[in-house]
C-alpha cells in the first residue's frame, strides 16, 4: 500500500524557538511530503516491493531494480529519516536518557556531555545537507555518523537511535 506522509504528534510552532513553525512545514508538509510522493511514484508497478517495510528496501537495496535504486534510495531515504526525526523531538522533552541507553552512551562516549559535544561537532561538519546520526551497530555498540542528502545509516546495516537534520542555511 502506498506510503502515507505521518501526521506529527505536535504542531508546527510546537518547537520553537529551537525550530520555527516555517522551518517546522517546509521539512514535514513540503519535503516530507515530497519523498512520499516520489517513493510512491518509483514503486508505482512494483506490488511486491510495495508490500515491504521501507526498512526493509532501505536496508538492502540490492534487491531493488535498477532502474528505480536511486529514486528508492534518495526519496525512500528522506521519508525515513524524517520520520524518525519527528518522533524524537517533542516540545518541553529532552535531557539527558537514563536506564540502559545512558549507560551505552557512558561507554561509547564517556558520558552524555561528550556525547552531546561529539555529535555537534560530526552535525556542524556536514557540507551541504545530509543527517548526523547516533546508530547501534550489530554488536550493540552506539557510533555518531553523518550521512550526505537523504542517504540513511540503515543502508549500512546499522540502526538509527537520534539523528538531526542538517540543512544549509542562507
Ligand atoms: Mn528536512
Known sequence: MPLELPKLDYPYDALEPYIDARTMEIHHGKHHAGY???????LEGYPDLQEKPLETL?????QVPEAIRTAVCNNGGGVANHSLFWKIMAPDAGGAPQ???ADAIQAA???FDSFRES????????FGSGWAWLVKDSSGGLQILTTPNQDTPLSQGLTPILNLDVWEHA
Open 36 to 42: 512520499v510522493a516520489k517513493t510512491n511514484a518509483a
Open 58 to 62: 532501505l536496508a538492502d537495496l540490492n
Open 99 to 101: 536506564g540502559a541507553l
Open 109 to 111: 562516549f564517556g558520558g
Open 119 to 126: 555529535f555537534s561537532s560530526a552535525a556542524g561538519g556536514v
